[in-house]
């Protein structure tokens, strides 16, 4: 009898031990965790002064910027930043691709 208490008393622990992993890991997971909301202090992109940001949007824990401003100074395109890394990791261009020799 004393040890089917005990294995009711255990499986109790672990059952309340489940339950405050679950919800801790629902947790950080829905508010980002610490981590990610302080790793991108600081960050420069290196654009000519004429370029604005116009538009930020989070596409899959990354960043699009909307840029706007003339094309000769390398604005109007759209760049994809990894805030965890704090770099730039892929840029679209509008228009038609540059002729390969």
């Known amino acids: 009898m ?11 622990v672990l059952i309340v031990v489940g339950f405050v992993f679950v919800f801790a890991t629902i947790i950080m997971r ?3 965790g610490v981590q990610d909301s302080a ?3 600081e960050m ?3 654009l000519s002064d004429s370029c604005v940001i116009a538009q930020i949007v989070e596409v899959n824990r990354m960043l699009a910027l909307r840029l706007e401003g003339p094309a000769r100074d390398g604005c109007g395109q759209i760049l994809l930043i990894d ?5 730039v990791s892929g840029r679209v261009h509008p228009g038609s691709a540059p002729e390969s020799d």
């Open 39 to 41: 790793a991108l202090a």
């Open 44 to 46: 420069h992109l290196e």
């Open 83 to 87: 805030p965890g890394a704090g770099e």
């Open 2 to 12: 004393q040890a089917l208490k005990a294995l009711v008393i255990g499986m109790g």
């Open 30 to 32: 829905a508010g980002g």
